[in-house]
C-alpha cells in the first residue's frame, strides 16, 4: 500500500464493515455533541464527510454491471458459488451480444432483475449518483450550527481537512498539548485561537485507506451482523471480515435489541477475528423527542404519540430497529413503510404514503400520525410538507453506551484518549 497521508491533529476514524445500519451516524452525532459539550480547551472538533468521491459515474456504472448483467435468464439473488456466477456471467455476456444491446439497455434489463443483497446494493449505488455530503452532512450541520464544531464534505478527506485546518489553525498535540479538554470532564485551558480545530472525526472512513487514522472505531450491527458474510454484491460486506483487525474499538450497536446469548455469540465471533481488542462496547439508540416537519424549531415529548395511530416512514440502513423503538412508545397502532436507504422521496412516494394514511384513518376513524427519522427529514424538508394535512413527526435520538461492569461512556472516552497518547506520545 502507498503511504499513506497524515494531519497534524488526531484523526478518529468511525465505519464500519456492512453497508448500512451500524450506528454511525449517531455515533458522530452523539460524540461531536460530547466533545463540543465538555471542551474547555478551545479545541474544535472536525467531522469530515464523504463527498463527489461517492459519485458514480458512467463509466463506474458499466463497470459495476458487468458483474451483474442479466437478460432473460432467472433473477440474480447473490447466492451463487464463485465458479457458477462466472459460467452464468459468461452465458449472459453471449445472449446479450446475440441482442446487441447498448450499455444503457443493459442498464435497465439489470434494473428488472436483481433481488435480495444485488438489488438492495444498486439501489444504493442509484441513490449515490450526484452524491455530494447528502442527508448524513445535513443532519451534522443542523446539529451543529452556532457551535464551534465544522463539517467538512470532500472527495479527498485529507485535501479537505487541509484546508480546514490551514482556514481556522489547529493544536498541535505534539508539542505539549493534552487531551484531557477533549475527552474527560475536566477544564483544561491552554492559549489558542477559539476557532482552532483539535480533532477530525472520519465519518464512514474505514475504507478511506489514504488518509492514516489514529484511532479506528468500528461499529458492528447487533441486527444484522454480517449478513451472508458475502462481499458486496452478493452480501453486505464492504471488505472481507479480515478487515476487523485494523479496529481499535468496536462497538455492537442495536445490543439491546438482540438476546443476552445472542450478543455473547457476536462478542465470541469479533474476538476470534481480532484478540486484542480491549473491550467491546455496546450501545443503543435512546428517543428524546419529536419535532414537528414544519417546524424544525418545535420540541415534543414522547408522550404524544400514546393512543395514536403512527405511519412509520424510513429510507435507512435498519428500519426495523426505527420501528421497534416507536413501538415501544405507547402508541394504538404502527404501520411501517419502508425505502431503500438513502431514498429521496419524491411525487410518486408522497401520493403513496398519502394513501396509507387515508387507509388508517378510515380504519381508526382518526387522522394518524407519520414519524420519520433525522436522516429522511434531512435528505429533503420541504417534499414532507405535501403530507399537509397529515401531521409529521421527526424522531431526534442519541447513541448512548450501555452500562455494564467495565464499560460506560466515561470509560469509553477513557478508551479514546488512551489509544490516542499512545500515538502521540
Given amino acids: 500500500m502507498d503511504e499513506m497521508d497524515r494531519l497534524p491533529v488526531p484523526v478518529l476514524g468511525v465505519g464500519s464493515l456492512t453497508w448500512r445500519g451500524?450506528?454511525?451516524?449517531?455515533?458522530?452525532?452523539?460524540?461531536?455533541?460530547?466533545?463540543?459539550?465538555?471542551?474547555?480547551?478551545?479545541?474544535?472538533?472536525?467531522?469530515?464527510?464523504?463527498?463527489?468521491?461517492?459519485?458514480?459515474?458512467?463509466?463506474?456504472?458499466?463497470?459495476?454491471?458487468?458483474?451483474?448483467?442479466?437478460?432473460?435468464?432467472?433473477?440474480?439473488?447473490?447466492?451463487?458459488?464463485?465458479?457458477?456466477?462466472?459460467?452464468?456471467?459468461?452465458r449472459v455476456d453471449k445472449m446479450l451480444a446475440f441482442k446487441k444491446c447498448t450499455e444503457h439497455r443493459v442498464v435497465t434489463l439489470v434494473e428488472t432483475k436483481l433481488t435480495g443483497y444485488p438489488l438492495n446494493w444498486w439501489e444504493n449505488i442509484q441513490q449515490l449518483q450526484g452524491y455530494a455530503g447528502?442527508?448524513?452532512?445535513?443532519?451534522?450541520?443542523?446539529?451543529?450550527?452556532?457551535?464551534?464544531?465544522?463539517?467538512?464534505?470532500g472527495a479527498n478527506r485529507y485535501a479537505t481537512a487541509t484546508r480546514f485546518l490551514e482556514r481556522y489553525g489547529y493544536v498541535d498535540f505534539r508539542v505539549g498539548a493534552c487531551f484531557e479538554g477533549l475527552f474527560l470532564r475536566h477544564e483544561v485551558e491552554i492559549a489558542c485561537n477559539a476557532d482552532n480545530i483539535g480533532v477530525v472525526i472520519l465519518d464512514d472512513g474505514m475504507q478511506h485507506l489514504s488518509l492514516s487514522r489514529d484511532l479506528e472505531i468500528v461499529m458492528v450491527n447487533a441486527i444484522m451482523?454480517?449478513?451472508?458474510?458475502?462481499?458486496?454484491?452478493?452480501?453486505?460486506?464492504?471488505?472481507?471480515?479480515?478487515?476487523?483487525?485494523?479496529?481499535?474499538?468496536?462497538?455492537?450497536?442495536?445490543?439491546?435489541?438482540?438476546?443476552?446469548?445472542?450478543?455473547?455469540?457476536?462478542?465470541?465471533?469479533?474476538?476470534?477475528?481480532?484478540?486484542?481488542?480491549p473491550i467491546i462496547f455496546h450501545s443503543r439508540l435512546v428517543p428524546s423527542y419529536f419535532f414537528e416537519?414544519?417546524?424544525?424549531?418545535?420540541?415534543?415529548?414522547?408522550?404524544?404519540?400514546?393512543?395514536?395511530?403512527?405511519?412509520?416512514?424510513?429510507?435507512?440502513?435498519?428500519?426495523?430497529?426505527?420501528?421497534?423503538?416507536?413501538?415501544?412508545?405507547?402508541?394504538?397502532?404502527?404501520?411501517?413503510?419502508?425505502?431503500?436507504?438513502h431514498h429521496s422521496f419524491?411525487?410518486?412516494?408522497?401520493?403513496?404514503?398519502?394513501?396509507?394514511?387515508?387507509?388508517?384513518q378510515s380504519?381508526?376513524?382518526a387522522k394518524p400520525i407519520v414519524v420519520v427519522t433525522e436522516k429522511d427529514y434531512d435528505r429533503n424538508p420541504i417534499i414532507l410538507k405535501e403530507?399537509?394535512?397529515?401531521?409529521?413527526?421527526?424522531?431526534?435520538?442519541?447513541?448512548?453506551?450501555i452500562p455494564s461492569i467495565g464499560r460506560t461512556e466515561d470509560s469509553f472516552m477513557r478508551v479514546l484518549k488512551h489509544f490516542l497518547e499512545l500515538k502521540f506520545s
Avoid at 134 to 153: C, N, W, Y
Avoid at 307 to 335: E, H, P, R, W
Avoid at 387 to 401: G, Y
Fill in 293 to 341: 416537519a414544519k417546524n424544525k424549531c418545535s420540541k415534543l415529548p414522547l408522550s404524544v404519540m400514546h393512543n395514536m395511530a403512527v405511519l412509520c416512514v424510513s429510507a435507512i440502513g435498519s428500519a426495523n430497529a426505527f420501528m421497534q423503538v416507536i413501538q415501544k412508545m405507547g402508541q394504538l397502532y404502527t404501520d411501517r413503510m419502508d425505502f431503500s436507504d
Fill in 225 to 277: 451482523l454480517w449478513g451472508n458474510s458475502q462481499l458486496l454484491p452478493l452480501g453486505p460486506l464492504r471488505e472481507p471480515l479480515a478487515a476487523l483487525e485494523r479496529a481499535d474499538v468496536v462497538v455492537i450497536h442495536h445490543a439491546d435489541l438482540v438476546p443476552n446469548g445472542e450478543l455473547k455469540l457476536i462478542e465470541l465471533k469479533i474476538q476470534q477475528l481480532k484478540e486484542t481488542l
Fill in 387 to 401: 403530507l399537509d394535512p397529515f401531521e409529521v413527526l421527526v424522531l431526534c435520538s442519541h447513541l448512548q453506551i
Fill in 346 to 360: 419524491q411525487a410518486k412516494d408522497i401520493e403513496m404514503i398519502r394513501g396509507k394514511l387515508r387507509e388508517l
Fill in 363 to 365: 380504519n381508526f376513524d
Fill in 22 to 90: 451500524n450506528g454511525r451516524d449517531p455515533w458522530l452525532t452523539t460524540s461531536l455533541r460530547e466533545v463540543v459539550g465538555n471542551n474547555r480547551s478551545n479545541r474544535d472538533p472536525m467531522a469530515g464527510e464523504r463527498g463527489e468521491d461517492q459519485k458514480i459515474g458512467e463509466e463506474q456504472i458499466r463497470v459495476h454491471m458487468q458483474v451483474t448483467r442479466t437478460g432473460h435468464e432467472s433473477d440474480f439473488d447473490g447466492n451463487s458459488y464463485a465458479n457458477g456466477f462466472v459460467y452464468w456471467l459468461k
Fill in 134 to 153: 447528502g442527508d448524513e452532512a445535513k443532519m451534522l450541520q443542523r446539529h451543529f450550527l452556532g457551535t464551534p464544531s465544522k463539517v467538512g464534505i
